[in-house]
C-alpha cells in the first residue's frame, strides 16, 4: 500500500505571496491532519480533517486554512507568507476518527524568503 | 494542561540499550506513541500504546507506560547506528479528535 504522499516537497515564496500544499492519504484512510515543525516551535498542529469536515484547529492565525476533498486528498493554503511561517509542512493520515495510527507523509519544506 | 517533556539528547555505544523518557500531563490521553524522524525526513511511526496497557513490545522496540507518574519509555535494544535519530513522543486525546501532542524530541547519537 502506497504511503502519504505530499506535493511539492520543496518550495521558495517570497513574502506576501500565498501557498497551496497538497496531502493524499493511504488508500481507505479519511483522516487528514496537518503540522508545522520548526526548530524553535516543534512540532505543532495546525488541523485535521474527517470526511470533508474540519475536526479541530490548532492555534495558528486566519492566514492559516485547509480543506479535504471527497476523495480524502487534502490541501493547505497559506494566505500572505511571513518569515515565520518558513517550516517544515508535515500531513499525517489516519483511518478514522482520533484514529489509534496516524502515518505521516515526508513534508513540503517551505521556505519564505 | 497540554504539555510533553523529553530530554533532548542521549548518546550510546553501538550494542548497548538506549532508554528515551517521556513525561506527560494529561490523564485523559487515550494513546501514547513514539516516532522516529531522520534528516530531511517526516516522522516514522514506530510504536503506540493504548492507555490501559502497561508495556508492548516489538522485535527490538520495548515501551513501558507507568499512568500514575504520566511517564512514558522507548527502550531500543542492541542500538544500531542507523538508529541515530530523533525521537519524539507523542499523545492523543480522543474527545480532541486526532490532535497529537508532541514532545521537543530526542535526539539520539549512537556512536561505533
Known amino acids: 500500500k502506497a504511503g502519504v504522499t505530499q506535493t511539492p516537497r520543496y518550495l521558495i515564496k517570497t513574502r506576501g505571496q500565498q501557498v497551496t500544499l497538497s496531502c493524499s492519504p493511504i488508500s481507505g484512510h479519511r483522516s487528514v491532519s496537518w503540522y508545522q515543525q520548526t526548530p524553535g516551535q516543534g512540532l505543532q498542529f495546525l488541523f485535521e480533517?474527517?470526511?470533508?469536515?474540519?475536526?479541530n484547529k490548532g492555534n495558528f492565525p486566519g492566514r492559516f486554512s485547509g480543506r479535504q476533498f471527497s476523495n480524502s486528498r487534502s490541501e493547505m493554503n497559506v494566505s500572505t507568507l511571513e518569515l515565520g511561517d518558513s517550516a517544515l509542512y508535515l500531513c499525517a493520515s489516519s483511518p478514522g476518527q482520533g484514529g489509534s495510527e496516524q502515518y505521516f507523509g515526508p513534508g513540503t519544506r517551505l521556505t519564505v524568503t | 494542561g497540554e504539555d510533553v517533556e523529553q530530554s533532548l539528547f542521549l548518546s550510546v555505544r553501538e550494542g548497548d540499550s538506549s532508554v528515551i523518557n517521556c513525561t506527560y500531563t494529561?490523564?485523559?490521553?487515550?494513546?501514547l506513541y513514539w516516532y522516529k524522524q531522520e534528516p530531511g525526513a517526516g516522522l516514522q511511526l514506530l510504536t503506540y500504546?493504548?492507555?490501559?496497557?502497561d508495556m508492548k513490545q516489538d522485535q527490538r522496540l520495548t515501551v513501558l507506560l507507568n499512568k500514575k507518574d504520566k511517564h512514558l519509555s522507548l527502550r531500543i535494544a542492541d542500538t544500531q547506528t542507523g538508529d541515530s535519530a530523533i525521537y519524539f513522543c507523542a499523545e492523543i486525546y480522543y474527545n480532541q479528535g486526532g490532535k497529537l501532542i508532541f514532545g521537543q524530541g530526542t535526539e539520539l547519537s549512537v556512536k561505533p
Open positions: 494529561d490523564s485523559s490521553s487515550t494513546y
Open positions: 480533517y474527517f470526511s470533508e469536515t474540519q475536526r
Open positions: 500504546i493504548f492507555s490501559n496497557m
